[in-house]
Structures are given as structure tokens and as C-alpha cells.
């Protein structure tokens, strides 16, 4: 009981240490350590004056598949922590909500509606074409002031089925594949062709699946990511992968370094 006390009053002071903190920032991001954060928090604090960004993540992934950033400016946060941070601090300028994923940030968008007019939402793609369908997504989505992305037809998605007018940003991430984890590669020559359908688990798999059925029968290999995404898809690519192909369908469904990836 003391034990849980005491880390109750460790964390109450955390938070108000975090409140101090951003009525000295610019630029709060808000995230969790995905696959594109850790290069992207260092790009940031390489790059500008790393004093004016905040960064608050949660630790949802394993610190050896997806590192967690690191940086004087991040801190680790626990799911309701949002409702406690005082992000109207009229000296934050930006909020940047890497992903709309998480239902506690689009919560706590919904619950302070003025901070829509300074938030930008990062589109990583699954929070946009299978977003949830409410009263408060929809809203939270309409109603940022910007959206970013560097894949084509994302922003033109999200303004028509949004009617949003939210600022279009052409922005993306540092990608976690590098020239030199390729170059570091072993070539292979293959004897056959090797198609890779989608990077994540996507219902449309199956229907690519069907389309490529046709070539079954010649010198192929046909691979694909399941490791993520949409993974209530996942035994049924797998089921129909293997029904049509055979031994000539391999997939991944773990997640792995960046190194094996590569």
C-alpha cells in the first residue's frame, strides 16, 4: 500500500513537472515509440533548437524491436496521463499527434476543443482509412488545423471525408531502412520473381491474392508483411495464401530489427 503511495506521489510530481515544462515549449508532440520515432526525435533535436520541442511518448512496443526516443526533451507517459497536462499552455504553439491511433489523444482533443486550432495530425495511413466512425473521431479529424503526409491522395481522402479544411502539409518521416543496412545486405540471385503484396496486414492482401492466382503455377514467391496493420485480416491471408501457393507463400508475422528487415 505505501509502495503504491509512493509511486502515486512520484508520478503526481512528474506531472506537474511536465506542466512546467511546456509553458517553455514551442512544439509538444505527442506519440508513442513506433517504428519512425526514434530517428524522427533525433532528426528534430539534430536539426533545430531542441529546447522549443517537447516530446511525450508511451512505451507500447519492446524496446528492442521499436527503440524508445531518446533526448533530454522526452518524456515516458502513461495512458490518462493527457487529461492531466495542461496543453492549452498558450505558449505551446503546435501540437503534432503522431498517428491518430491512440483514443487517448483523440479524447483529450475532443475534450478541449480549442486545441484543434493548433494541432497537426501526422496521417500514418491505418488512422485515417480505418479510423473509427464516431461523433468524436470524426469531429477530432474535421476540426485539426493540419494535416501531414507525404503519400499522394492521403490529405484529398481526408478533406473529402472530413469535409475539412484543414492546411495540407507535405511532410514524412526519416525512413528507418538505411542505405547502409542494404549495402550491408547479401545478394541473392533468385531463379524465380518475387512479388511482395502490401508492407503491413491489409484486407486488400486477399483481393490481390485472388488477382495474382492466376500465376500460380510459374517460377514465383509471393511475400508479405503481416506483422502489423490490420491483424484481424491476418489468418485469413495466411489461409488463403497458402491454399493458392502453396510452399511458393512465405509472410512475417513478427516484428523484427530494422537490420533483418532490410
Given amino acids: 500500500m505505501k509502495i503504491k503511495l509512493f509511486e ?19 512544439y509538444v508532440h505527442l506519440m508513442f515509440n513506433d517504428k519512425f520515432n526514434k530517428s524522427f526525435v533525433e532528426f528534430i ?12 511518448c508511451k512505451k507500447l512496443f519492446n524496446g528492442t524491436v521499436y527503440p524508445f526516443p531518446e533526448g533530454a526533451n522526452v518524456i515516458k507517459i502513461k495512458d490518462d496521463d493527457y487529461k492531466k ?5 498558450p505558449n505551446v504553439e503546435k501540437i503534432i499527434a503522431h498517428s491518430l491511433f491512440d483514443e487517448e489523444i483523440v479524447n483529450t482533443l475532443y475534450s478541449n476543443k480549442e486545441l484543434l486550432s493548433k494541432t497537426y495530425w501526422m496521417i500514418w495511413g491505418g488512422d485515417l482509412y480505418n479510423a473509427k466512425s464516431s461523433e468524436k473521431h470524426d469531429f477530432v479529424r ?10 499522394d491522395g492521403d490529405s484529398d481522402f481526408a478533406k473529402q471525408k472530413y469535409n475539412s479544411d484543414a492546411v495540407v502539409y507535405n511532410a514524412g518521416y526519416t525512413f528507418p531502412i538505411t542505405k547502409d543496412m542494404l549495402a550491408n545486405c547479401k545478394r541473392i540471385d533468385k531463379s524465380y520473381v518475387q512479388i511482395q503484396i502490401n508492407n503491413s496486414c491489409d484486407e486488400s492482401t486477399l483481393e490481390m491474392l485472388d488477382i495474382l492466382s492466376k500465376f500460380k503455377d510459374e517460377d514465383i514467391k509471393i511475400t508479405t508483411i503481416l506483422s502489423y496493420g490490420n491483424l484481424e485480416f491476418k489468418d485469413l491471408i ?19 530489427p530494422f537490420q533483418d528487415y532490410a
Fill in 85 to 89: 497536462l495542461d496543453l492549452s499552455n
Fill in 238 to 256: 495466411i489461409e488463403k495464401g497458402k491454399e493458392i501457393f502453396k510452399e511458393k507463400f512465405e509472410y512475417l508475422t513478427e516484428l523484427i
Fill in 45 to 56: 533535436n539534430n536539426n533545430y533548437e531542441s529546447k522549443e520541442h517537447l516530446f511525450l
Fill in 8 to 26: 502515486k506521489l512520484v508520478h503526481n510530481i512528474k506531472l506537474k513537472m511536465i506542466n512546467a515544462k511546456l509553458s517553455k515549449v514551442r
Fill in 142 to 151: 474535421q476540426h485539426v488545423h493540419g494535416y501531414v503526409t507525404d503519400v
